[in-house]
């Protein structure tokens, strides 16, 4: 069943909740990075979503959605990051070239032969395969505070997450942050300009692309959640691109301003959440 007919417009909607950055601020985050225009809905959220009268079919299981500007709406964060990055110029330098918005990225993206077709796709992958990889490292930390089920309250499972925690900070964190530094110091498209304090900062190509905004998010809530142990593994020295990418992208034109204009809401009860009995520096 088709959603209702909507009149093509070149605004997106977030449908997310509301007083929680969550798993919508990673489309935030690359919307505001782009400048392009967006509103929110935040009532009766599951009911719209469930519905195939109001969004079409597919029904969508649960928030962030994201309804495009030709009415159709799509859900699942690292889907949606992934069908907007050409747009936001954040799918990599070849991957960029597969936007299809408007007829001068229409007619760049019908210029392509073959083999650059098949290289921008095969870029925009690598890029989807950071996301979701770092989408990991979000849901681990998540889970430490809920290590037995979601629908239990923490003070529930108190023992069990004081468990869960020790070999989270001990072992999944520095080995998160290993493989991210791995793939930072070894991208070839940087590793050859030593001397620029932002070179080895790119996790795709020579440009930001939605895996370093997401890393960028996943880590200011580990930092939130664990800012003993952070703080221990940043002073290591082990993992420095992987800070400086930090560093950089809060930086970065777009980025810079929406951390600035006070909209990006405050890490609290969401999926980073602190609990000082779970922290430490090891």
């Known amino acids: 069943m088709s959603p209702p ?4 417009t070149d605004d997106y909607v977030l449908y ?5 950055p969550g798993r919508g601020e990673y489309v935030r985050l690359a919307l505001e990075y782009a400048g392009i225009p967006y509103t929110e809905r935040h009532t009766n959220l599951m009911e719209t979503l469930h519905s195939p009268e109001k969004v079409g079919h597919p029904p969508h299981f649960a928030p962030p959605a ?3 500007p030709s009415g159709r ?7 949606i990051l992934n069908h907007i990055a050409p747009r936001c110029g954040l799918a990599g330098e070849w991957g960029n070239k597969l936007n299809t918005h408007g007829e001068d990225a229409r007619e760049t993206e019908r210029a392509l032969d073959e083999e650059e077709i098949e290289k921008a796709e095969e870029e925009r992958s690598l890029v989807n395969q950071l996301v979701m990889t770092a989408l990991d490292f979000q849901d681990e930390t998540h889970n ?18 004081a468990r869960a925690a020790k070999v989270f900070r001990e072992s999944r964190i520095p080995q998160y942050l290993q493989y991210f530094e791995s793939v930072l110091s070894s991208n070839p498209a940087t590793s050859k300009h030593p001397d620029n304090p932002h070179a080895q900062t790119y996790l795709v190509g020579s440009r930001t692309t939605t895996a370093d905004l997401v890393l960028f ?8 959640q664990f800012p003993k142990r952070m703080a221990k593994l940043e002073k290591s020295g082990k993992y420095e691109n992987v800070f400086k990418l930090h560093e950089r992208v809060q930086g970065e034109k777009g980025i810079k301003e929406y951390i600035a204009s006070g909209k990006r809401q405050k890490f609290s009860m969401g999926i980073f959440r602190h609990y000082e009995e ?3 520096e090891e």
Do not use: C, M
């Not at 709406?73 to 889907?79: E, F, Y």
């Not at 089920?149 to 003070?155: I, M, R």
């Open 5 to 8: 007919k909507r009149k093509r």
């Open 16 to 20: 997310y909740w509301g007083g929680i």
């Open 66 to 68: 994201l309804q495009l």
């Open 73 to 79: 709406v799509i859900s699942q964060t690292a889907n």
């Open 144 to 161: 430490i505070h809920h290590p037995l089920a979601n629908s239990l309250y923490y003070e529930d499972q108190k023992e069990e997450a």
């Open 217 to 224: 998010h996943v880590l200011d809530g580990v930092k939130f």
């Open 278 to 280: 779970l922290d430490g």
